[in-house]
């Protein structure tokens, strides 16, 4: 289980890595925190001719705030949030994430930015992000663009990146005082992948009540409106959640059953359900 | 004279200290097989089978790296490794180190490829292009075993290793009032130490030597096999183990690849090493544990059993391995079902099965962790069945404290200890009473609360007299131990066996300092090399701290004598009026220490008188315990867990081991062999699970699929020792290293199905995976809609 050979190069500046990324012949790869291209290189699964490392790069590990967003470096890694370098959103809402993520040893060399660009289904900012409603910054030689995540993952591992193009930022948009996360997870052991992720955020002062079905085998179920699942009342809608989930491809009794609970439980916490309808069974 | 100075506190058996070899460990220090350099070494990669069962139509090797590539035409005079068991029955396998004609299991050894660098190694090894006729696999021992299955061993007729029955009036049970039938599986695992397999061969022309390092916990067999399968004499090859990162078994085997690398080097004439990866150590090698029982309990309504009558299929696999042979697990099934308790008829049928998977081997615990989590849970099953509480069922059948010794119905010979006071202890510690009351209450958060218990008892140290009928090519003897004090009067022990990270640079130097009392500081354990060492067996069985501690302590005793003889002449009084105490030599008038006298034996031979045994301050001595038959420690573990049916997910709550391992020498070190067997018996209990697809693909080829219990997972278990001596051996201790393995499997599921009962759900496959939970609480439902409610 050792790498083929490849080369490797460092660029100094975005520049330079965006030239690099633009060069043509063989497979060029993007090497940020390489906690999933690592192993895929060591397994032979991935056989880049160049592997460019941005995980230097100054520009991909700038934090802001713009307009109404918090705008987040591409290399910035899940321990930073976790450890409170990087700003956050809501009320500590990105940090309780990115905790979450993997091992401490995956999180201190993992980046938001290479998450999303691998697109694993199982990926928590995938799902989180989603919720959200961020969008992903795209830079190439020929410019930069925009583009909301669910339009950027287009399924399992797949996103509309071209060749040339990298993830240099991502948008997350501002969350009011009230707003509530529900963020539900279930692996076998704590930091493996998960087999389920619900999502979900309810700003009532934004209009957001957005859920997110993850960890499916394709791109995150969104539904823009989760009150159609979820009232505070009648609590959550187990068969209409079942439907969706059946829709979007969920074939199996028993992984629909855990991605329904994953769902129901985050809607749960992000709608402040009362105890009884905590637990959606 | 001034001797060492006497540490304060006793460090003798008993003495709860720090491990001498944590230092060197814990900063980075240990020297493992993959920290050797040495000039000229080359890496080398196998060309393993894709398929698990096909016939080789040809391996073509590219022009360019055809030196570099060896296959089985290369292996000239290189015989197969052959485990033949002498029982009755047995059809032996030969495993050819580099596959001949056929493979038989994904991960065979088709080609090996040498290179400066494993990548290199790695990237010729990707250019051998095999033609193979992929031919049925068999992944399903159950259906192995029928007539018309493909064959893995053409010859054989039948994929049966090895049948074989016990019944000893199971017809009496028939008109019990209860009757439990369950059908009950433990999942293939992996062994998954911290580190791999790995070796480094290299021919040493002034010994005139083929040395093989590897990481291995019993090196004088290792180098048996090599012998037998290189075609060289014994002595002209020496087997070292360094620092090994954990064994459990999987490093008792001789490997194909450790043939291999004796071949090449000795063909190449330069180092050449290996170095297992993950990927190999999951699919290709460390496999063992699975097993298959259709169980029947018979009891009266009092829970008293009346019959316990079982058929054990155990999947061993393509080849049996060495020196333990493909029919241990199965034919130890049948020895071993009855556990810790006494009843009056029995009957056992089982098969070693061979199957398109790698062999089958001992992991820690070896056939009693299935044997264990089989009879406990049909007795859970028995218990639910009679209406009585699981702890009352099991004292109404253990072995009582009066009966000790006992020989059981199949003869095992339980040498000493009271296993209802085990049971009780736990019951009384895990507080039964209030976790039953908490379970009827009921959770605020849904989740539903559950006991288990399971107790077992652990044969250990078993030697000739049991290994002698098992007739397969290694039979322990006398353990060799060698003890010799330095010139400053510190001490120097050899043992043959390995150390592969259960304490014994510590726990021997313990035994030794009780007799001599040498403090431990200046006690040096060498072990783990054929050629600095008595010859052993190795570390297996948990054998060591009975075997080589009893060794260790007959070859101090003996030192003990001499040292004695020496200090009376230097005391100038006869050495009947001297007594041995402390490291000192004591007569009426004074005493000398032992640094004095190895001073003087050493240094001013011409203080000593004329007739001062020759032999010196240098010994071997061999120990047997009174009996061989082995000793029994045993434990009893109670868990609660909180169990959320509509995910699966299981939570540990509360853990207590009550245990009995005899005297203990260190009762720290015990604590950490219990600690880190119950971390592996978590992983078999709900985690570790190494799955096959129909055509006997391994489908967890990396720890992202094949998960072992972290810090997060393993409880922190409350531990309660009793000890009661062995009365066979040295000290009267017990072996201990592999119980901590056996009861947590069984533990936690009962617990699982205490919780989940109401529901209508039984688990009865290890490992208890979400996914098994959630799949039967679904089913129970559609089964029976109405119990929603009444849950």
Not at chain 2, 2 to 24: I, S, Y
Not at chain 2, 135 to 162: I, K, Q, S, T
Not at chain 2, 369 to 387: I, R
Not at chain 2, 488 to 506: M, N, P, V
Request: some cysteine; charged content about 25%; proline content about 6%.
């Amino acid at each position: 289980m050792k790498a083929p050979r490849f080369h490797l190069v460092r660029p100094r500046d975005l520049a330079e890595a965006l030239d690099r990324l633009a060069e043509p012949g063989g497979l060029v790869k993007v090497l940020a925190g390489g906690q999933s291209l690592g192993p895929m290189l060591n397994l032979r699964l991935v056989r880049p001719d160049l592997l460019v490392d941005v995980s230097g790069l100054p520009e991909l590990r700038r934090v802001g705030r713009e307009d109404d967003a918090l705008v987040v470096g591409a290399c910035v890694t899940h321990a930073d949030f976790e450890d409170g370098r990087a700003p956050d959103v809501g009320s500590g809402m990105l940090a309780r994430v990115a905790s979450g993520i993997a091992y401490r040893a995956v999180r201190n060399r993992g980046t938001i930015g290479g998450s999303l660009a691998h697109a694993d289904p199982a990926a928590d900012w995938l799902s989180t992000l989603s919720a959200f409603g961020a969008e992903v910054e795209i830079a190439s030689r020929s410019g930069t663009r925009r583009t909301p995540i669910g339009a950027f993952v287009t399924g399992a591992l797949a996103t509309t990146l071209a060749p040339g193009e990298l993830v240099v930022a991502v948008r997350i948009p501002q969350v009011s005082a009230q707003a509530r996360l529900g963020f539900v997870k279930h692996a076998r052991k704590i930091g493996e992948f998960a087999h389920a992720i619900g999502a979900a955020l309810v700003d009532p002062e934004r209009g957001v009540a957005r859920a997110v079905a993850g960890a499916l085998d394709a791109a995150p179920l969104v539904i823009e409106d989760a009150r159609e699942l979820f009232d505070r009342s009648a609590g959550f809608d187990r068969t209409e959640a079942g439907r969706r989930l059946a829709a979007a491809g969920l074939a199996d009794t028993v992984d629909r059953h855990l991605h329904v609970e994953a769902l129901g439980r985050a809607l749960a916490e992000a709608f402040d359900a009362p105890p009884g309808l905590r637990r959606a069974a | 004279m001034n001797g060492p100075a006497q540490p304060l506190e006793p460090e003798g058996v008993g003495a709860r200290l720090p491990r001498k070899e944590d230092d060197r460990y814990m900063r980075g220090r240990g020297q493992y097989v993959a920290d050797i350099k040495m000039a000229g070494m080359q890496d080398v990669a196998f060309v393993r089978s894709p398929l698990a069962h096909a016939r080789i139509r040809a391996i073509r090797i590219p022009d360019d790296i055809r030196a570099q590539v060896f296959t089985a035409d290369d292996l000239d005079g290189v015989n197969p490794i052959r485990a033949v068991s002498g029982l009755p029955g047995f059809k032996p396998s030969e495993q050819p180190v580099l596959a001949r004609g056929k493979v038989r299991q994904v991960g065979e050894l088709v080609a090996m490829c040498v290179a400066p660098t494993r990548a290199e190694a790695e990237d010729i090894a990707e250019r051998v292009e095999l033609d193979l006729e992929e031919l049925p696999a068999l992944h399903d021992m159950l259906r192995a075993r029928e007539p018309g299955a493909a064959l893995v061993h053409e010859h054989w007729g039948d994929n049966v290793f090895l049948e074989t029955l016990v019944d000893i009036g199971i017809a009496s049970a028939f008109d019990a009032p209860i009757k439990v039938s369950r059908t009950i599986s433990t999942s293939r695992q992996c062994m998954a130490p911290i580190e791999g397999r790995g070796a480094i061969a290299h021919v040493d022309h002034r010994l005139d030597q083929l040395t093989v390092t590897t990481s291995c916990q019993m090196p004088h067999i290792v180098r048996s096999g090599l012998s037998e399968c290189l075609g060289i004499e014994e002595g002209r090859i020496r087997v070292v183990a360094p620092d090994v990162g954990g064994g459990f078994g999987y490093k008792g085997i001789l490997l194909p690849e450790e043939v291999c690398l004796g071949w090449l080097a000795l063909r190449l004439g330069h180092p050449v090493r290996w170095i297992e990866d993950r990927r190999e150590h999951l699919t290709a090698s460390a496999n063992c544990r699975e097993h298959h029982y259709e169980i029947t309990v018979y009891a009266d309504r009092d829970g008293a059993i009346r019959g316990v009558d079982c058929e054990a299929t155990v999947d061993s696999g393509a080849y049996s391995a060495y020196p333990f042979s493909a029919c241990l697990e199965a034919a130890q099934v049948a020895s071993i079902l009855p556990g810790p308790y006494d009843f009056p008829a029995y009957r056992c049928r089982t098969w070693s099965v061979a199957t398109n998977k790698a062999p089958i081997l001992p992991y820690r615990g070896v056939a009693r962790t299935g044997v264990c989590f089989a009879l406990e849970l049909a007795l859970d099953a028995v218990a639910a069945e009679a209406g009585l509480p699981p702890e009352i069922v099991r004292a109404k059948n253990l072995v009582r404290p009066e009966q000790m010794p006992f020989d059981n119905i199949t003869k095992k010979h339980f040498d000493s200890g009271d296993y209802p006071e085990a049971l009780r202890r736990a019951v009384a510690a895990i507080g039964a009473e209030d976790v039953r009351a908490r379970q009827k209450r009921g959770e605020p958060d849904g989740r539903r609360i559950g006991l288990g218990l399971s107790i077992y008892c652990e044969q250990a140290a078993h030697g000739t007299s049991v290994y002698s009928g098992w007739g397969i090519p290694m039979v322990p003897g006398h353990e060799q131990a060698g003890a010799r004090i330095t010139p400053d009067g510190g001490l120097e022990l050899r043992i043959g066996a390995q150390s592969h990270g259960q304490g014994l640079e510590t726990t021997l130097a313990q035994v030794a300092n009780e007799i001599l009392g040498v403090p431990v500081s200046q006690i040096r354990v060498v072990h783990g090399d054929t050629a600095m060492t008595p010859y052993s067996t190795g570390a297996w069985g948990s054998r060591m701290m009975v075997m080589a501690g009893g060794a260790v302590a007959t070859a101090a005793k003996a030192l003990a004598d001499r040292l004695a003889a020496i200090g009376a002449h230097l005391l100038q009084t006869d050495p009947s009026e001297v007594r041995f105490e402390a490291g000192h030599v004591v007569g009426r008038a004074g005493d000398v220490s032992v640094a004095q006298i190895a001073r003087v034996w050493y240094r001013r031979p011409q203080d000593l008188p004329q007739g001062v045994h020759g032999a010196g301050l240098e010994v071997t001595a061999g120990y047997k315990p009174v009996r061989d038959s082995g000793t029994f420690s045993y434990a009893a573990h109670a868990v609660v867990v909180a169990v959320d049916p509509e995910v699966g997910q299981v939570e540990i709550l509360d853990y207590v081991i009550v245990e009995d391992g005899g005297v203990l020498v260190n009762p720290m070190v015990v604590d950490g062999q219990i600690l880190g067997g119950l971390a592996q018996g978590i992983g078999t209990a709900l985690l570790e699970e190494m799955p096959f697809d129909g055509a006997g693909q391994p489908l967890a080829s990396t720890f992202a699929d094949y998960l072992l219990p972290g810090a997060a997972e393993v409880p922190a278990a409350r531990i309660d020792h009793m000890e009661t001596p062995s009365p066979y051996t040295q000290f009267g201790v017990k072996g201990i290293g592999e119980g901590g393995a056996i009861a947590p499997p069984a533990a936690v599921t009962n617990a699982i199905n205490d919780a989940l009962r109401p529901l209508g759900v039984e688990m009865l496959v290890s490992p208890v995976t979400p996914r098994r939970i959630v799949e039967a609480v679904l089913a129970a439902r559609a089964a029976a809609p109405a119990r929603k409610d009444a849950a």
